[in-house]
């Protein structure tokens, strides 16, 4: 008798600890959330290709392959897949992407 109680106690837990939303809305406003709590990164960029300090393609000749631009931008990122209906979500870390969903 115990253990069927157990059974339902577990799944009940699972169930509430879910991050389905009963709505799109809901959803993205827990994305837009999560995003802006995530800070900002900031990064050394060139709108060019250099090798070695050798412009081989850029929007502009006079690029200067050894002087990056600082570039700030948001630290996680989402896209929405309408076909799974959920935000995926990621996570820019040193040791790689994270992963996060928003299921609605």
Not at 57 to 71: F, L, Q, R, W
Request: charged letters at 25%.
């Amino acid at each position: 008798m115990k253990q069927p109680l157990l059974l339902l106690l577990a799944s009940v837990m699972l169930v509430s600890c879910s991050s389905k939303y009963g709505s799109k809305l809901e959803a993205t406003e827990a994305k837009d959330k999560w995003i802006k709590e995530g800070g900002s990164i900031t990064t050394l960029e060139t709108d060019a290709v250099c090798d070695g300090g050798v412009l081989i393609y850029g929007a502009n000749d006079n690029v200067d392959c050894s002087k990056p631009t600082e570039i700030t931008k948001m630290n996680r990122k989402c896209i929405n897949e309408k076909e799974t209906h959920q935000f995926l979500c990621m996570e820019m870390k040193q040791d790689g992407l994270d992963y996060t969903y928003f299921k609605y």
